[in-house]
């Protein structure tokens, strides 16, 4: 009687890509402790601010600080200035679409299709997707906050008091 050898598959063989992948991204090169310093000087402070302040969404900051960092200084101050002007240009569009369109509910839904559209258009034909991109989190971020229904009173009892329920969670 014959038998025949089943070939079990290697679990190393089908993991060791892994290794192979960050030995290959982990290689050290000049320059490259700099890099992480500022980023990690610039994740902490960044939080640092956000939780002496009580900013939310913090989380954001800190993953904004890493991103924005690049190679070398010239690079990551472009990079910074783009993500600024790119917010500007958002916080503007947010601020007069939402006060355009705060009181009709059809309009305003109309309106974050419409802001969303042309966000997923701009990451797609802009050569800076990345300024693009920076609008549509803004958007993204703000367009629950501008549709809670909570009084001025109770936001602002919130972020004083932190022991209180969130009134904007059910």
């Given at each position: 009687?014959?038998?025949?050898?089943?070939?079990?598959?290697?679990?190393?063989?089908?993991s060791g890509w892994i290794w192979e992948?960050?030995?290959?991204?982990?290689?050290?090169?000049?320059?490259?402790?700099?890099?992480?310093?500022?980023?990690?000087?610039?994740?902490?402070?960044?939080?640092l601010i956000t939780m002496t302040f009580?900013?939310?969404?913090?989380?954001?900051?800190?993953?904004?600080?890493?991103?924005?960092?690049?190679?070398?200084?010239?690079?990551?101050?472009?990079?910074?200035?783009?993500?600024?002007?790119?917010?500007?240009?958002?916080?503007?569009?947010?601020?007069?679409?939402?006060?355009?369109?705060?009181?009709?509910?059809?309009?305003?839904?109309?309106?974050?299709?419409?802001?969303?559209?042309?966000?997923?258009?701009?990451?797609?034909?802009?050569?800076?997707?990345?300024?693009?991109?920076?609008?549509?989190?803004?958007?993204?971020?703000?367009?629950?906050?501008?549709?809670?229904?909570?009084?001025?009173?109770l936001r602002s009892a919130q972020s004083?008091?932190?022991?209180?329920?969130?009134?904007?969670?059910?």
């Amino acid at each position: 009687m014959a038998t025949f050898a089943q070939n079990v598959p290697n679990s190393t063989r089908q993991s060791g890509w892994i290794w192979e992948f960050l030995k290959e991204e982990l290689v050290p090169y000049p320059g490259r402790a700099a890099l992480v310093g500022r980023m990690v000087t610039a994740a902490t402070l960044a939080m640092l601010i956000t939780m002496t302040f009580r900013l939310p969404y913090g989380a954001y900051c800190a993953v904004y600080a890493l991103s924005i960092s690049r190679e070398n200084t010239r690079t990551t101050v472009k990079t910074a200035i783009t993500r600024i002007v790119s917010y500007s240009l958002g916080a503007i569009g947010v601020l007069i679409g939402a006060t355009l369109f705060v009181n009709d509910p059809a309009v305003r839904l109309l309106w974050v299709f419409g802001a969303m559209f042309i966000t997923f258009y701009a990451i797609s034909a802009m050569t800076d997707s990345a300024a693009a991109t920076a609008i549509g989190y803004l958007i993204v971020i703000t367009v629950p906050l501008w549709d809670q229904h909570i009084s001025g009173e109770l936001r602002s009892a919130q972020s004083s008091r932190p022991g209180l329920p969130n009134p904007a969670m059910p």
